[in-house]
């Protein structure tokens, strides 16, 4: 995907997903992920629910994966592009490249558990990977969070 304006357009969306998981549970990290496939066509969309669904899996990349796979037939996205507000785990790493998603495109890094080359680099060669999109929004989103949980929230 070479248009930088049509890059943030889908991370803004990603990041539309990260605040409905604030919304939907003041204890899931706002994390949010989009995945479009090569006519550019919204195809799966995922925010994480590890504690509204009680879930380890609840990652928002996992989400979008499983909801892509529904909409189209099958658990293979060659040429799908993912948007997600934070850099995925070495678990969503590993759903990324098995789904041969074809890129990544993240906002945050993840310092703590990062893998696609901040701690971790699962999907390289495979996957082409581009950080730093939108990262201050990103960033933003998960500060306001660890912020409020520190002050007494419950997490």
């Known amino acids: ?22 919304e939907d549970s003041a204890k899931d990290v706002p994390v949010g992920c989009i995945i479009v496939n090569k006519k550019g066509e919204i195809i799966g969309r995922g925010r994480n629910t ?27 996205l060659e040429g799908a ?27 945050a890094d993840n310092v703590e558990n990062g893998a696609c080359g901040t701690i971790h680099n699962i999907l390289y060669p495979h996957t082409r990977v581009y950080g730093g999109i939108k990262a201050e929004e990103s960033k933003n989103l998960l500060r306001s969070f660890f912020a409020s949980i520190r002050k007494g929230g419950n997490y």
């Open 81 to 107: 592009v993912m948007f997600v507000t934070l850099e995925p785990c070495p678990m969503c790493a590993g759903a990324i490249a098995a789904s041969r998603v074809s890129e990544v495109y993240y906002g």
């Open 50 to 76: 590890r504690c509204l669904h009680g879930s380890v899996l609840g990652h928002a990349e996992i989400n979008a994966l499983e909801e892509a796979k529904n909409n189209t037939g099958s658990y293979l």
């Open 1 to 22: 995907m070479d248009d930088f304006i049509t890059v943030c357009k889908y991370m803004d969306i990603a990041l539309k997903e990260a605040r409905k998981a604030a």
